[in-house]
C-alpha cells in the first residue's frame, strides 16, 4: 500500500485512499463521534514545539504557548507535559492552564483590557508576569496589587510599529492599533512602573500580528526592541526578559513561513552580536504550534448543481470554521476516502448557517457526493478558539490523537448545555 503525505501536513497521510492521523483511520473517528469533529496529532504539536526548542537550544528561554489558538484542555496538557509556559489573555484562561495541571508561575498574562477581578486572581494565583498594554492599565495594576500587600511582576507591551505585512485584522505592531505602548511613550511608562510601590519592572515584551510568513518583520522588531531595552536600562530600570511574542505563520496553501528553528538561530545572532544572548528570552506562540495539527472532519449533506455556482453543502459552517468568514481565509479540504476521482466538478462548499458568508471554500474541485467525508485541514488554530452557537448549533466534539491511541478530549455540545444558562421571564412555564 502507497503512503502519501499531505504538504504542510506532518502526520495526515493517505494510505492507499484512506486518510489518517498518525496511525488512526479519520473515518472511523467520525463514525464514533459523529461530525462535525475536530482531531488533533500530538505528535504534530511535539514536532511544532521542537524546531523551536531547537532553535533556543543552549539558551534561557520560556516557550509560552498562546492557549488562545486553541485552549481544549486536552491541547493545553500536552504542553503542560512538555514543560511550556502559557501566554493567557483572561482569568478563564488561567482556570483552564490550572485546571490542566499547568503551573502559574509559568503563566504571563497579555490582552488590553484586564479587569480588577481578572488582576486580582492571577495575582492570587502567583502569575509570573502581566503584559501591559497601557498606562491606564499599569495605575490599575499598581492600585490592585497594594491593595492586596503585594508587587505585581510586570512587562509593557510596545508597540514597534513594525509592518507584519499580514491580514490587517491580525496586524498588531502598527502604531494605528489597539495594542501595546506606543514607542514615544515607552522609557516614561517604564520610570512610571518603576516608580510604582505596587509594581515590580521584570520585562519587555512585544507581539506584531499573526500569521507573519516573512522574516523581515522579525528581524525589525528584534532590532527596535533591543534599542528599547538600552534606553530603558540607561534610566537605571533593569529589563530582566525579552519577550518577542507569537505570530509565525502556517501553511494554509502553499505558504512557506520561516522555519521556527532557522528563524530563531538567526535572531538570536543578532542578540548576541549585541550582547543580549544571555538575557531571558520568552516567545508566545499560537498559531505555529497547533494550527497543522488539526483537521475538521465534515460529512456532505446535499449536492445543489446550478446555472452559475454548484454548492456543496457540509455540515461544518461558520460557527465551527469562522476564519474563511471572517478574514476570507483558505483552508484545503480533502475527501476522507481518495478514491480514483471519477466526476470531479468545481463546487462552492458551505455550511447550513442562515448567510451567505457562510462558506468553507470557493471554487473547490472535488468528487463527492451525499454522505462522503471531507476533512477540512489546518484547523488546529482559531477555530473551536472561536467557534460560536449561531444557529443554536452545538459547538464540535474534539478528539487528541496519540499514535494509535484516541481520546475524545471534548464531547459535542448538545442543546440541553446551550440551554442551561437561560431562564423563561414567566414563573413555573418552560424548563
Ligand atoms: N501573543 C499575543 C499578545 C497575541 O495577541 C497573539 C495572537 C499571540 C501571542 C499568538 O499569535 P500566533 O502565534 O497564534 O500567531 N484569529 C486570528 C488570529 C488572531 C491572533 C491574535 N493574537 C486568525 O484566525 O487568524
Redesign the pocket.
Known sequence: MTTQNLPGQPQLAYRGDTLFLEQIRLSDLAKAHGTPLFVYSKASMLAALAAYQRGFSGRDVEICY?M??NPALGVIEVFVQAGCGF?I?SGGDLDRVLAAGGRADKVIF?GVGKTRAEMRQALNAGIACF?VESEAELEVLNEVALSMGLRAPMSL?VNPNVDPQT?P??S?GLKSSK?GVAHERVVPTYQRAAALPGIKVVGIDC?IG??ITQEEPYLDTVDRMLDLVEEVERCAIPIHHIDF????GIDYNGDTPPDAAQLWKKLLHKLDARGFGARRLMV?????LVGNAGVCLSEVLYLKPGDQKNFCIIDAAMNDLP?PA??Q?YHQIVALDARPVSSAATWEVVGPVCESGDWIGHDRTLDVKPGELLAVLSAG??CMS?ASNYNSRGRAAEVLVDGDQSHLIRRRETIADQMRQEALTRPGHGR
Open positions: 498562546a488562545k489558538a501566554d489573555v497579555s503584559n507591551r491580514h485584522y491580525i498588531t495594542f507581539h499573526s500569521q511574542g507569537g505570530g509565525l508566545e506562540p499560537g498559531r505555529s476564519r471572517m478574514y481565509a488554530a482559531y472561536m
